[in-house]
């Protein structure tokens, strides 16, 4: 069964950076798309970055410059780089994976960024 764990959550100061990993286990992870998604309080879950297993990218629009998502195979990991932090950017981060009929979501990692 594969299973998501998210960590590099934490508070940051707005201009900040900080790396979320989200770690999979099982052996499809090289043919699944991966993304981070993250949902603020009162408001709806928001794709922030996506890559598939082609190693394609595609960005939200308020973090495009800014964050960066990349994968590891040999590691089955996906990261989210994320610099010059906002408060907006404030939320709960989930890695999710999909590959075919699975859907799977992480248990989300805090991400806080002060002003």
């Known amino acids: 069964q594969v299973q998501l764990v998210e960590s590099g959550g934490g508070l940051v100061q707005a201009g900040g950076s900080l790396r979320l990993s989200c770690a999979a286990s099982g052996s499809i992870f090289s043919r699944t798309t991966m993304g981070w998604y993250r949902q603020a309080p009162g408001k709806q879950r928001e794709l922030v970055a996506a890559?598939?297993?082609?190693?394609?990218?595609n960005y939200a629009d308020s973090v495009k410059g800014r964050f960066t998502i990349s994968r590891d195979n040999a590691k089955n990991t996906v990261y989210l780089q994320m610099n010059s932090l906002q408060p907006e950017d404030t939320a709960v981060y989930y890695c999710?994976?999909?590959?075919?009929?699975?859907?799977?979501w992480g248990q989300g990692t805090q991400v806080t960024v002060s002003s």
């Open positions: 999710k994976m999909d590959y075919g009929f699975v859907h799977l």
């Open positions: 890559i598939t297993s082609a190693i394609r990218t």
